[in-house]
């Protein structure tokens, strides 16, 4: 799903950079049937599979700060039974900036 550039950049935003969103998101991945998408940010350098993630779970929905499983991302499939998909197009921005505009686009109530 990364490649090893991503995952040395990703590692080396663990910690006060990633807690701070002081980071750059290297990598969007999506599901094309729906609004959910996942930036990651930062990779635990002691266990590749923790990243960490900024999450929109659907059109104008919630959007999440976490840490996840990797392995876990990788297989998850919506409802046509596909994966989700690396956005070849994403180019890398700044975490905050991330949340911000999908906060903005966040629907309350």
């Not at 960490?52 to 999440?64: D, M, N, R, S, Y």
Request: aromatic share 10%.
């Amino acid at each position: 799903m990364i490649n090893n550039s991503q995952r040395n950049k990703l590692i080396a935003n663990w910690g006060e950079k990633a807690d701070s969103l002081a980071c750059y998101a290297e990598i969007r991945v999506f599901d094309p049937l729906s609004e959910w998408q996942c930036y990651i940010f930062a990779m635990n350098p002691r266990d590749e599979d923790e990243i960490a993630c900024l999450i929109k779970t659907h059109e104008f929905g919630e959007v999440e700060i976490c840490e996840w499983s990797m392995k876990e991302l990788e297989q998850m499939y919506n409802s046509n039974g596909e994966g989700v998909q690396v956005d070849r197009e994403y180019r890398p921005k700044i975490a905050t900036q991330i949340l911000k505009q999908l906060k903005e686009n966040q629907v309350y109530g």
